[in-house]
């Protein structure tokens, strides 16, 4: 363990923005969700109609989780559900960015051949990620005391979110030592996460299913925050978190550094004529990214559409449920308006990809990958043209997909799937303007200031909380408007008006060659 704590005060100088700005995020919503439901359902008569109602929707389970009783502390722990996903993955990521993309760059033998203790570097990750959990838990039990909610609640839900981040902490751990690469780590890594879900989703579909026990995220949702806690279930989350780092340490001082446990499989002596192409290169490094995306936002497009019915019931009996859809969707008949404000959501899920595409040529500098194929007749704007073509047509097809899911699934269930399907999908991609916004805001960043690229996912995080929470909580107009979904026309709410998606392309356009004349004139790599 020698050197663990100068490894820990490394991981933190590196992360001293991205750490805080995930943590002070997650920990917000909790807190901003008790504070809207309160508003919503302001008596136990309405938070109760609300629960028999929308809350019990087997399409609102499926994406949020099991829901334990009527109280506002327990609509808030249902109502947070997805969180405990986002948990889980950052400490998955976290993990492994301080693990194994170490040792893939090489900077971890270079700090190898100093005072350093094998699983020293092992040791801080986990150290650095479980502190951050821990301290998330914290922040969510003191701002839902804020909310005068119950105090065992608080903490066992504060709990909840330390233990979820625990145990796929330790999922980072244990992958990080069975490939060489980073990206295969992250690929293990983040199909366990998969896994848990589908594993949560099919055991809280029908009563009497005990699948939701084989995953850490159906276990931390069935503590049963301000709901009777079971507090013995939170054995199982430390069991569990036990149980994987006797697993990854073993694994690490078996295997040797910059290697991992399972055979890699070398590739052709010669590459297949289809990479011949910068383009060709680009779509084989994305096209995996491209097919799970896709596929993650055809299944929510399916789960919104299906929730048309019950989000129109739920407007029905309340007012706010009603004016709040007025803001979100635009003034017009709730069906309209949901579904404008729904799409909007699909579009910050595909808003992921573009940035996530776009950072892609930040990945591939880092790693020194992209200096080699600079180094042939490849042009530096058409290996970065290539690249950012995915960060553009990659959330169209998103946003497509998802609108036909969606088209499909409300048009089935109204008996009109060819009026509702152009509907719904041209609802989807009017929303594409924006998207291309955060694109080429990370394209930019890359070309003119590359170690702040990952600031982009900071400006994703903002539109989240401007768009969607700060129309709940009834915002100024001008904090709305800084984010570009506010200037999207709510379709099918509102007619189409061409000018500020025409302003949105031109921001867009000016941030992508703002980029490309920055990348064009920077020395390469900057690390």
Same mark, same amino acid.
């Given at each position: 363990?020698?050197? %663990? ?16 700005? +995930? ?5 917000? *919503?909790?807190?901003? !969700? ?6 919503? !359902? ?7 109609? !609300? ?28 109502? /947070? ?13 976290? #993990?492994? $960015? &301080?693990? $194994? ?9 270079? =700090? ?5 203790? @094998? ?22 039990? =003191?701002?839902? =005391? ?68 084989? /995953?850490?995220?159906? +276990? ?13 279930? =939170? ?47 680009? +779509?084989?490094? &994305? ?24 989000? $129109? ?23 309209? /308006? ?23 040529? $930040? ?5 020194? @990958? ?15 043209? /290539? ?27 109204? &008996? ?19 998207? +291309? ?26 539109? #989240? ?7 709940? *909580? ?11 979904? %506010? ?32 990348? @064009? ?7």
């Amino acid at each position: 363990m020698t050197g %663990t704590g100068k490894l820990v005060r490394l991981a933190l100088r590196r992360d001293r923005l991205l750490l805080p700005l +995930w943590i002070v995020v997650l920990a917000v *919503l909790p807190m901003t !969700y008790a504070a809207s439901i309160a508003e919503l !359902y302001p008596t136990a008569a309405d938070r109760q109609a !609300y629960a028999a109602g929308s809350a019990s929707d087997p399409s609102y389970v499926a994406l949020l989780g099991p829901l334990f009783g009527s109280s506002l502390g327990a609509l808030t722990a249902q109502r /947070s559900g997805m969180l405990f996903v986002i948990v889980g993955l950052i400490s998955v990521l976290t #993990v492994i $960015r &301080h693990t $194994r993309t170490e040792e893939e760059a090489g900077r971890r033998e270079l =700090l190898g051949a100093a005072v350093l203790g @094998r699983h020293a570097g092992l040791t801080a990750a986990l150290v650095v990620t479980c502190g951050a959990d821990l301290v998330l838990g914290l922040l969510v039990t =003191l701002g839902l =005391l804020g909310q005068d909610l119950p105090a065992g609640g608080a903490v066992a839900f504060g709990l909840a979110f330390a233990a979820c981040g625990w145990v796929f902490a330790m999922v980072g751990a244990v992958a990080a030592q069975l490939t060489e690469s980073a990206g295969g780590a992250r690929g293990i890594g983040l199909s366990v996460l998969g896994i848990a879900f589908v594993l949560r989703l099919a055991g809280d579909a029908g009563d009497g299913n005990v699948l939701h026990w084989l /995953s850490p995220i159906g +276990w931390v949702q069935h503590i049963r925050a301000f709901a009777g806690e079971r507090w013995w279930v =939170l054995g199982l989350a430390a069991g569990a978190t036990a149980a994987l780092a006797a697993v990854a340490y073993p694994l690490s001082a078996r295997r040797d550094l910059g290697a991992g446990l399972l055979p890699t499989r070398p590739g052709p002596a010669a590459a297949a004529p289809t990479l011949r192409t910068p383009l060709a290169l680009a +779509w084989r490094l &994305h096209r995996a990214a491209l097919l799970g995306w896709a596929v993650g936002l055809a299944v929510l497009g399916v789960v919104l559409g299906g929730t048309v019915d019950y989000a $129109r019931t739920a407007a029905e009996d309340s007012k706010q449920v009603s004016d709040i859809m007025d803001r979100l969707g635009g003034a017009g008949s709730f069906t309209d /308006s949901y579904l404008a404000g729904v799409m909007s959501l699909v579009a910050l899920a595909a808003s992921g990809y573009a940035i996530q595409a776009a950072l892609k040529m $930040r990945t591939e500098e880092a790693a020194l @990958r992209s200096e080699p194929v600079l180094a042939t007749a490849v042009t530096r704007t058409s290996w970065t043209a /290539s690249h950012a073509a995915f960060a553009a047509l990659g959330p169209a097809l998103g946003l497509a997909v998802a609108g036909v899911a969606a088209g499909l699934t409300y048009g089935l269930s109204v &008996h009109d799937v060819a009026g509702q399907l152009p509907r719904v999908t041209g609802a989807a991609m009017v929303q594409l303007p924006a998207v +291309w916004v955060l694109g080429a805001l990370a394209v930019g960043l890359f070309g003119l200031l590359p170690r702040l690229a990952p600031a982009a996912w900071a400006a994703l995080a903002a539109c #989240v909380l401007l768009g969607q929470i700060g129309a709940i *909580l009834q915002l100024s107009q001008w904090a709305l408007d800084v984010s570009p979904f %506010t200037h999207i026309p709510k379709v099918p709410a509102a007619p189409l008006a061409v000018t500020p998606l025409a302003w949105l392309v031109a921001v867009a356009a000016a941030l992508a060659v703002a980029g490309f004349a920055g990348f @064009r004139r920077r020395d390469v790599p900057v690390t």
